[in-house]
């Protein structure tokens, strides 16, 4: 079965600064990886994805993440965070044979001027 | 594309009501999804339809909900009676070789 565990459900950080949200999943297939943002009031927008390309993948707002196999990790990265980066990030991962998600329980950015 | 429409966006009903929410797919979508969300329980699958089949209905809470899709551009989720805990926002998603969209919601509330 698959699953993703999130580490970290508040993670807060200044303007400017590293914003490093953890994912960690276990897959017994090669997986499809996923980032969605889902800013208040809104629907969950898709940030990015890795479906075996390059490991390192480039997404929207200057987010990227990295497939790790070896560390069963994805985690996602943003070198400087903005304060319209505050919202809550899920990481979800599926077995490419549905288009079914399982996702993480989520992690709330917090960005402090 | 408008992307998934939802309506109604919000709904407030007296407990015993029958509710109905209303999902468009995009376009050329093959798969559905239904959604619900609340601050305990976090984002919940529901049900989920391929080509208008349901595939899987586990997530289904109880009889009281059920789901249809009767063609590849309408689906509804109904709820009927509705009680208190069902007070939740409920997301509609379709997808198209793995990227799933999502739709802005309907956030219920029942009283």
């Known amino acids: 079965a698959q699953s993703v565990t999130q580490l970290g459900s508040h993670v807060s950080v200044s303007e400017g600064a590293l914003v490093l949200l953890r994912c960690n999943y276990s897959?017994?297939?090669?997986?499809?990886l996923f980032w969605y943002v889902q800013y208040p009031n809104q629907g969950l927008q898709l940030l990015l994805k890795?479906?075996?390309?390059?490991?390192l993948v480039k997404g929207i707002n200057g987010f990227e993440a990295e497939f790790k196999k070896s560390e069963t990790s994805f985690h996602l990265t943003k070198p400087s965070a903005h304060m319209s980066d505050a919202a809550e990030y899920f990481c979800?991962?599926?077995?490419?044979?549905?288009?079914?998600?399982?996702f993480g329980t989520g992690t709330r950015l917090q960005v402090f001027p | 594309d408008a992307g998934v429409i939802q309506s109604p966006r919000h709904e407030v009903t007296e407990m015993g009501q029958e509710v109905t929410l209303r999902c468009k797919p995009i376009s050329g979508h093959d798969y559905l999804f239904w959604y619900r969300q609340t601050m305990m329980r976090g984002l919940e699958l529901l049900i989920y339809f391929n080509n208008n089949v349901p595939i899987d209905d586990s997530g289904m809470p109880e009889d009281r909900f059920s789901a249809k899709m009767p063609n590849a551009s309408f689906s509804t989720l109904k709820i009927q009676p509705s009680e208190p805990r069902d007070s939740a926002v409920y997301f509609c998603a379709s997808s198209f070789r793995g990227v799933q969209f999502f739709g802005p919601g309907t956030r219920l509330t029942v009283l």
């Open positions: 897959s017994s297939v090669p997986p499809y």
């Open positions: 979800a991962v599926s077995d490419r044979n549905t288009d079914k998600l399982i």
């Open positions: 890795y479906t075996s390309a390059a490991t």
